[in-house]
Each structure stands twice: as structure tokens, then as C-alpha cells.
């Protein structure tokens, strides 16, 4: 292995990094390190002209207008194209809308009404829960379908499938941990079983390139607000492959759903195309900032926004590993970078009071119960410099014990 | 009756209106009379001054630290309770989130759940088509449950009401002949035969004073975008009154409808309130905007509001009538203030076409197939004064026949 990179080693790294312009993109408060845009991405000055022009001009003047002048109505469509341009999606298979949780919903009925006679979802015990209450509310309404849970149930995702297995809802990368799947290996694994896979994309879209056609994926959801830099609460996305949509029947059938949404029929006849996973009218000044968001996503590089990632992951476990092991901390992710998505998690045991003392040294990233410091590395705004001072300041509380302070032990209501 | 009003007469109306001083807080553009606040409600500063503070401030500045400190996480209650104090709920029974089409589902489902041995839903076959797609979607995953329509099958919704029916959902507001029904004695008609009933406010909300808890209503749902000004797909409400909360399932059950949302357990618990109706990850920049249209509801007083609608409304069929009446123009509306709510809808065999040419003028109303003029009349920024013009400029189309010109007949992609 080479050696540890020094301060200049790591300058330099930054002076190389073909990704760096894009930094200036991005409103970024002085002096904070953001390393928790796997939570929720930073505003860059597009996403404030879209939401301006949006809510100003648009809104403002165009009035009802604006629907049809602005393009309001089409902005599920045109985003999902400019999301599935990012997840491997060909045009047509991707719409912008609702919540993840709720896509979640849609796609597992769906799915369940594509596999008759099959009656077990199977999900993941530590996936973000969300993901298993919305399995759980599926289950609900639908007596005789069965959850196994990963981690819970016994065996892997892999042996929990069998010939009973409707869907399987699985995460790309893990939320904790980090973990990152083999996206074409496992649906080969999932439709060898005659099931279906939905893949969670929360914490993969934007962080890595991901080939859902490729992998010949069923179907797919994911959030905005996170590595795709959308604002928070952003609209989420739902992929679904062309060969699946003649199939497609999910309950949620509100009028954005239909084929002729402004024919005001008296019965639904749903969208032969990705729309039938739309429902009902949708926020427009979030979809625009989203909009602006995407517009810097237009120009990156896949490829290149990987080999960044890695390197920055790679250099944050060299650079805490040499230097605060000796105070408690432990890699929980995986140290194979083919493994893991764009954050790393490292277990302390007071990882609690420690990440607090880190966010009041205006290092940013976020704890997860009951002992993990997670750190998010998004590749547009974040540089091998910042990975060099946030080990700096961990080293330094860590080491002083300044942690300790019982400021830091205050739980906030929401965290 | 009265003399018919002259424009003196009208515009000594806006100098006694007590609520003229609000439409100073509206941006609305030079040269336009905005008869469509019933399809999208106008902007507002305080709308901008949120938007702006949410994005650049909060989000660009705070980044992730703004779920708490900002208390956008608990925007969908706050708004609710705001919501709430202008339709008759008091705290704690309303919440802003989802779109009305996906609070339909949730509130048919859980009205369903509480009527075990009952297996049908009623509804208006002249509703706002998402409602009936809705009832649809229910019944795709709930077999045995069947759907009675108001204006399809024999009889009206008090007719169509026996002791199988689970619950009714119906309109306060007619969204296409602006029909005002009688809350308070629908309700308790509903409930005498064992059902429940969902009240849909899209049309009532911010129109007229609405008093749930006064009518002993059981569910409501609405839309913020129209008369309450919240922007463009801006989320909707849900109520439910507090008797019902510990029976409330529904299973759109995602994280935010969980009663330890950040204790990330394994198994859905649900909250034992209204957040009960929550499900995922909101978006928070149009729910600032909505938060910013409210405050200016906060200081509306209802019953002047209303005051003000049915006089702008009674005025402005005196005068089509009057002024128009010879042009094939037809009252489609009741003429009994009463029994309507804060628009007016006139038949006219081209109606596509005059609409598009008062749109031309300046008039912005909206048509509804196949032959519905539809005005919109929203106290807080049509003035008496706007009545008078809009009127003239209809007179003056009608008169010359200018509406025949074959741009008129253009249709757009989304009308």
C-alpha cells in the first residue's frame, strides 16, 4: 500500500480531481465540511433561478397558465428521463412523483399482481425502515401475503428466495452501513426464482453509476433529496422496464394516472406507459428545484463521479484508521471499495456525543442508532482537502476527549 | 330586486369592501382579471419571502441541521392545525401532506376498516374524476367491496345510502357547477344509516366557512393550491375527527406515520394521532409556500369572506345575464347563493372558444367540457371592479363575434 498522503499529497489530489469545477455550483455555508449529503445534498445556485422563475415569474404572472406554457404538467416525465439518464434507464421508463415510500407501495403491488399464486415479499431487516412498513402495509390489506425479512428470518436474501417469492425489495446500498450490492448479479439470482425485484436506489442514485437496463432490472424507486442534490423532501422516482408496463396495476389510479387525464372521464383507463405509476397532482416549485438540480447532473461524468468516490472513501479509512484508531473507532463498512456506495460508517461508542461535537467544529455528518458515525462523500462539492481537516477535527476532539462535554449528550427532538 | 349596479355603484362596492387592503399582498400581473383562483390560487409576497428564506437560508445555509432547527419536520402538522382553523377543525384532526388523490385512498381505506360487514363506497359520478378513480383503486385490491355513483346509478347520494354502505364520499363543492351541499345535514343523514363519511374540501376550503367539527364530520380531504393559495401541486390536508384517531389503519404506512419515526425500529407502529395519516418524506420547499399563504389566511375573517363571495358572485350573474343574456350564455350554477360556493359556471354552446378569446382580453377563467364558462371568485383578490370588466370584455366578445376566429379553436396539449 502506498504510503499515508501527507497535507501536500492531498492538496494535489485536488489539483488533479477533473471533477473540481463543479464545486462553485453548489452554496455552501463557510466553514462547514458536508459530509452528510447521503442525507440530504446541498443547493446549488441552479436549484435557486429554477425555484425563482418557478414560483416568480411562472406562478406569479402565468397563473393557471403555466400548466400548460411552463410545462408543469410534463416535469414527472422530463425529470425521470434526466434521473434514468443516471440509473442506467432508457427513456420512458422513469417519472419523478410522490414519496419513495409511496412508490415503494406501488411498485410491490404491482409486482404482486404480475407473479398471481405467489405470496412472499422479500425485504431487509436493517434496510431504512421504510421499506419493511410499507411491506408491512401492503400485507395489511392483501391477507395471505407473508414478509421474510434478511436478518430477522433466517438466511440471506439470496436463500431466502424460493418458488413462493412474488418480489423482492432490496437495497442498493445500505443506509448504515453502506453495503453495496451486486445489482446484476442478484436480479439474475431474484428472476431465475421467476420473482421480481424492486431496487431501492436511495443511496446509490447519484453516488454511482447504476445500470438498471443493463442489469435487466424489474423495477426500481429511489429519493431525490439526497446524492441528486433535489431539496429536501424532494419527489421521488419510480422505474419500471418497458416490457413490464402492458402489465402494470397498482391501486393508487388518481387522475396524473390515466390515459386521458383531461378527457374527465367517469372511469379510470390508466396510462399504457410509465404514467400509470403516477397518482395525483404533484408539487411543482419542489420538481423545479429538483429540475435545477438535475441541470449540473446533465454534465457529470458517471465514471469519473466513482473513481472520485472511491478515492475519497478510501483516503477517509486510510486517514481516521492511522489516526484515531487508537481512540475507539472501528471501520463498519466495508473496506473493499467494489463493496460499498459513498459514505462510510465507522462504530464508536459514544458515536453520539462525538458526531455532535464534530457538527459544532462545522464538520456535518450524522450518527445512527445506537453507536454509528456516518460520513457521506458526494464527489461534486466535497474534496480530498475536506477529508483532510474533518480527520483533523475528529483526531482532535477524539483525542482531547472534548466529546466529553455534557452539551453533547443533549438529544435533540428530531435527529 | 335592485336596480341593476353601474360602475359608479360597483366601485363604491370596493371602497366599503372590508377585506380590500388584501389583494395588495398578491402578485398578481398588469392587465389580467384572475377569474381561475378556484383552479390555481395566486401568489403572494409572503409566499415568495418563505420560499426564499426555506431554499437559500435554511437549506442553502443550514443544510441538514435545518430538520430541526428549522422544524421542517413538523411542517405537515403545523400547516394542518393552520389549515384546520378555516375548516372547522380544531388541533390536532388536520394534516398537509400527499396529494388529495393519494388522501383518498388512505381515509377510504380506513373508513372501510371501520365498518367491517359493510362492503360499499358512494360517491358522485360528477365528482372530480380522481375521487372516482380512487374509490376504483380501492376496489382493484378489495374484492367484494362495489362502488355506487351518484349520477350513474339510480337515485342521489341520500337515496343511494342503506345499511350496506361503509362510507360516502362526496363533494362540498361541485368542482364543475359549483353546487354548495349541506354539511351538516348530509353528515348526520350518513351517519344515521351506520356509515362514515369523507368530506372532499378541494372546492370549499379557503372559499367558505367550513365547519367540520360542527357538522360532526367524520374525514376530510382537500387541496391547498386553489383557494388557499399554497402554489402550484402544493401537498394537501386530511382531517379526521379526534373520536376516530385510535381506530385509524391505513397502509400507506411509511416512516412518518410511525410513532418513534427516528427510533428506525424494525416492525410499523403507528402514531396514535392524526400523523397516523402521514406516510412519507414531505416536500419542503411547497410546503413553505404553503406556509407562507397561510399566513395571510391567519388574519381572514370567514364570515366577511363569504359575504364578499356571494356578493361578487350575485354580481356577476346579474350582470352576464343582464349584459349577455341575448348571446346564448345559460346560468349553469344555482342562482340561490346558499347552495353555492365561490364560482359561477355559465353554458355556452362554444364555450372552449370564448374562453380562449377572454384569456386573450385578459379574463382568465377556465372552460370545462364539453360547454363550461367557469369563473372562480376569490374575495381576497377580485375586487367588485373586476367583476364590472370581466363582464364588459365577455359583452363585448359575444356582441362582436370576435370568439369565432379560428385561433380560438386551438386546442392545447393540457387544457
Redesign the interface.
Known amino acids: 500500500m502506498d504510503s499515508l498522503p501527507d497535507l501536500a499529497a492531498v492538496e494535489a489530489m485536488d489539483e488533479a480531481d477533473p471533477l473540481r469545477a463543479f464545486r462553485s455550483r453548489f452554496?455552501l455555508?463557510a466553514g462547514?465540511i458536508?459530509l452528510?449529503g447521503n442525507?440530504?445534498g446541498?443547493?446549488s445556485h441552479e436549484?435557486?433561478a429554477e425555484?425563482?422563475q418557478a414560483?416568480?415569474e411562472e406562478?406569479?404572472?402565468g397563473?393557471?397558465?403555466?400548466?400548460?406554457s411552463a410545462g408543469?404538467?410534463h416535469l414527472p416525465l422530463e425529470l425521470g428521463d434526466r434521473v434514468g439518464r443516471l440509473i442506467g434507464a432508457a427513456e420512458g421508463q422513469t417519472v419523478v412523483t410522490?414519496?419513495?415510500?409511496?412508490n415503494i407501495?406501488k411498485t410491490l403491488?404491482a409486482a404482486l399482481a404480475m407473479r398471481p399464486g405467489r405470496n412472499v415479499i422479500v425485504a431487509e431487516?436493517d434496510s431504512?425502515?421504510?421499506d419493511?412498513?410499507?411491506a408491512?402495509?401492503?400485507l395489511?390489506?392483501?391477507p395471505g401475503i407473508t414478509l421474510r425479512?434478511e436478518g430477522?428470518d433466517a438466511g440471506t436474501i439470496e436463500e431466502l428466495i424460493d418458488d413462493s417469492v412474488a418480489v423482492v425489495l432490496v437495497n442498493h446500498v445500505n443506509y448504515k452501513s453502506g453495503e453495496l450490492r451486486d445489482m446484476a448479479a442478484l436480479t439474475k439470482r431474484i428472476q431465475a426464482a421467476g420473482a421480481l425485484v424492486i431496487w431501492d436506489l436511495c443511496h446509490s442514485a447519484g453516488a454511482l453509476p447504476v445500470d438498471l437496463d443493463g442489469a435487466d432490472a424489474d423495477f426500481a424507486v429511489g429519493?431525490t433529496?439526497k446524492y441528486l442534490n433535489g431539496?429536501?423532501?424532494?419527489?421521488?422516482f419510480i422505474y419500471a422496464a418497458k416490457r413490464h408496463h402492458a402489465s402494470i396495476?397498482?391501486?393508487?389510479?388518481?387522475?396524473?394516472?390515466?390515459a386521458r387525464p383531461?378527457?374527465?372521464?367517469?372511469?379510470?383507463d390508466g396510462d399504457a406507459g410509465i404514467k400509470r405509476f403516477l397518482?395525483?397532482?404533484?408539487?411543482?416549485?419542489?420538481?423545479r428545484?429538483l429540475k435545477g438540480a438535475l441541470s449540473i447532473w446533465d454534465e457529470v461524468d458517471m465514471e469519473a463521479l466513482r473513481r472520485k468516490s472511491i478515492a475519497l472513501t478510501d483516503l477517509f479509512i486510510r486517514l481516521v484508521e492511522t489516526k484515531c484508531g487508537q481512540y475507539g473507532v472501528e471501520l463498519e463498512t466495508t473496506r473493499d471499495s467494489e463493496k460499498r456506495g459513498s459514505q462510510v460508517s465507522f462504530i464508536h461508542s459514544n458515536a453520539y456525543e462525538v458526531m455532535q461535537a464534530l457538527?459544532e467544529r462545522g464538520v456535518?455528518g450524522?450518527f445512527?442508532?445506537p453507536s454509528t458515525l456516518r460520513f457521506g462523500f458526494t464527489p461534486l462539492y466535497v474534496s480530498y482537502h475536506d477529508v483532510w481537516r474533518a480527520v483533523t477535527v475528529l483526531e482532535e476532539i477524539l483525542s482531547s476527549g472534548s466529546w466529553k462535554d455534557a452539551r453533547f449528550a443533549v438529544r435533540?427532538?428530531?435527529?
Open positions: 452554496a455555508p462547514v458536508y452528510d442525507s440530504l446541498a443547493a436549484v435557486f425555484v425563482r414560483a416568480m406562478w406569479g404572472n397563473l393557471i397558465r403555466s400548466w400548460n408543469w404538467f410522490d414519496s419513495t415510500s409511496i407501495y403491488l431487516g431504512f425502515p421504510t419493511i412498513y410499507m408491512e402495509g401492503v395489511s390489506t392483501r425479512l430477522r429519493c433529496y431539496g429536501p423532501g424532494a419527489p421521488a396495476v397498482q391501486p393508487l389510479s388518481g387522475w396524473w394516472s390515466h383531461f378527457a374527465f372521464e367517469q372511469s379510470f397518482c395525483g397532482t404533484q408539487p411543482i416549485l419542489s420538481l428545484a457538527i456535518i450524522d445512527r442508532a435533540a427532538a428530531v435527529t
